[in-house]
């Protein structure tokens, strides 16, 4: 898969480590990863340190707080359906334990060693990570990761993003593309920085955004998981490869215009039912 040179700005080589050992990199996660696991593992220059898996995904809410938000980002009929869930006591961490369990198998069966915390930025979870040694930090698919985190491997982290950077930081993935009538989606490899999706961009490549209205209709949420679940060996051939010129020191880092583009956020109710009305539109212009 070919890589596109981000614009306007200008190139800086990244030096690799000319030590003896492997290229050393941590991976940290909330799931859905097995298959870049599986891939950068094959790669001889590259060691994987551990995979580390946060299980807290989702910071504590009240019972009011949680329906207040349902209602913002479902609304009231998908909501009124959650409130079994709602009531339950099953925290987030035991109903993410699935995902767990997957990547350790994958760990394990690559022999690489994997580490379940609650939370990255718990003292004892940031002494794992130091303890690993890592020349260099790979995320993928988790929250807001702090510097005391992203910063402890040598050259930093890496962050995969399906978006394109500067353009389009935040997520979700592919929504804000299809209400904005975009022909494609970008995929970014970048360093992180403390702001979202802002850090020097290492790879980024694009996938062709075409909306096929006499299968989905106006129900895009079943295009949106489709198109997702089309984006991740894209994306795991992109960051692998991203990983192996780092180590290589063929790598070259090229910083963003933060001015260009914005962040966006989670779609509110009102926000997905504006993107379904904006389909109907297109498909009557047809």
């Known amino acids: 898969m070919a890589t596109a040179a981000p614009e306007h700005i200008a190139e800086i080589t990244i030096p690799a480590d000319r030590s003896d050992r492997p290229f050393r990199i941590v991976i940290l996660t909330h799931g859905g990863c097995e298959p870049f696991i599986e891939a950068i593992a094959r790669q001889r220059e590259i060691e994987v340190g551990a995979v580390i898996v946060e299980t807290a995904t989702e910071p504590k809410r009240t019972l009011t ?26 925290t987030k961490s035991e109903g993410h334990s699935g995902s ?48 005391s985190v992203f910063g402890l491997p040598r050259l930093g982290s890496i962050n995969l993003h399906q978006g394109h950077a500067p353009y389009y930081r935040g997520g979700p993935t592919v929504f804000w593309e299809l209400l904005n009538n975009e022909d494609r989606v970008g995929i970014t490899v970048h360093f992180v920085e403390e702001k979202v999706d802002t850090g020097d961009i290492v790879a980024q490549d694009f996938v062709p955004l075409d909306y096929d209205q006499k299968r989905y209709g106006a129900e895009f949420e079943q295009f949106l998981a489709d198109f997702r679940e089309g984006l991740v060996m894209p994306s795991v051939e992109l960051m692998t490869n991203a990983i192996v010129s780092i180590a290589n020191g063929t790598a070259t880092r090229v910083r963003q215009d933060t001015s260009l583009g914005k962040r966006y956020r989670l779609p509110t109710f009102k926000e997905k039912e504006n993107l379904r009305a904006e389909l109907k539109r297109r498909f009557r212009m047809l």
């Open 65 to 90: 707080e949680k329906i207040r938000r349902s209602v913002k980002y479902d609304g009231w009929l998908a909501t009124v359906k959650k409130l079994p869930i709602f009531r339950s006591r099953k």
């Open 100 to 147: 767990a369990d997957g990547l350790r198998c994958v760990a394990d069966n690559n022999a690489i060693p994997f580490f379940a915390v609650e939370n990255f930025h718990l003292p004892k979870s940031i002494e794992l990570i130091r303890s690993i040694n890592a020349d260099l930090g790979v995320i993928w698919g988790t929250n807001i990761v702090k510097r």
